[in-house]
């Protein structure tokens, strides 16, 4: 073999390398990211790395590891399989499961058998609710089918609200399980309660964004639970003709 080509396998071993062994926090570090995202702690290669916090929108993530498959890459599409915070904590956000993203258009996301979990009080701090709640619990989010292309395009899914509590003036009361379908709509993600549930609440939320976040329904407490869950419903207005009241923020 002569000696140019030695030098070729030489160089291509060397590049190999230095690709195999590229800092994540070099990458990342060059990428033009929105105001509104920030990262500190930025570990290992862009193969097998690790973010030890974040901020998305306001909200903070912790630790955040991912796996990068090299293989995907040769036809335009960046998979990586997640695994975000610890979804056995109950105050963190955490995620697991792949993701495929475009390397052409990165507005376009999909994902298969995708899990998210989010506390809860989290999002109630988002909504426009008549009077102060403190809630407990976990929303957990299991995607079977995910595509986005900017918006949301196709969503098969279901939703929880596990462990479902709201503070009272004598602790918290126990609110049962919610379960919801999950749909898109012109660009939207849709979440549907069908009013099995302790509330009876049969809900219809749109979520455009996490700061956009709009509800339609209508529930009727459960005649067990205390007094003043019965007296807080009335900042809703008057119950209908079946004795449900209507829910609009």
């Known amino acids: 073999m002569s000696r140019v080509v030695w030098i070729a396998l030489g160089c291509l071993a060397y590049v190999i390398f230095l690709l195999a062994n590229l800092p994540a926090s070099q990458v990342i570090g060059r990428l033009s990211l929105p105001q509104d995202i920030s990262f500190t702690g930025i570990n290992g290669t862009i193969w097998d790395g690790r973010i030890d916090s974040a901020v ?36 963190d956000i955490s995620a697991f499961g792949p993701l495929t993203i475009s390397a052409l258009n990165t507005d376009n996301i999909s994902a298969e058998n995708l899990h998210v979990y989010v506390p809860v009080e989290m999002l109630i701090a988002r909504l426009p609710l008549p009077l102060p709640v403190r809630a407990s619990g976990r929303l957990h989010v299991n995607l079977t089918e995910l595509e986005i292309d900017g918006q949301c395009q196709t969503v098969i899914g279901s939703g929880s609200w596990l462990n479902a509590q709201v503070s009272g003036t004598q602790g918290m009361i126990d609110f049962g399980q919610y379960n919801a379908q999950l749909d898109c709509e012109s660009g939207a993600f849709v979440v549907m309660l069908d009013g099995n549930n302790r509330l009876a609440l049969e809900a219809r939320a749109v979520v455009s964004d996490i700061n956009n976040i709009s509800v339609s329904g209508r529930f009727k407490p459960d005649p067990q639970f205390p007094q003043e869950v019965h007296q807080a419903a009335t900042f809703f207005g008057q119950t209908d003709a079946d004795g449900y009241y209507t829910v609009k923020l």
């Open 56 to 91: 998305v929108q306001g909200i903070p993530i912790k630790n955040a590891k991912w796996q990068l498959d090299a293989l995907p890459l040769l036809w335009g599409s960046i998979s990586i399989h997640l695994d975000v915070g610890n979804h056995r904590e109950a105050d």
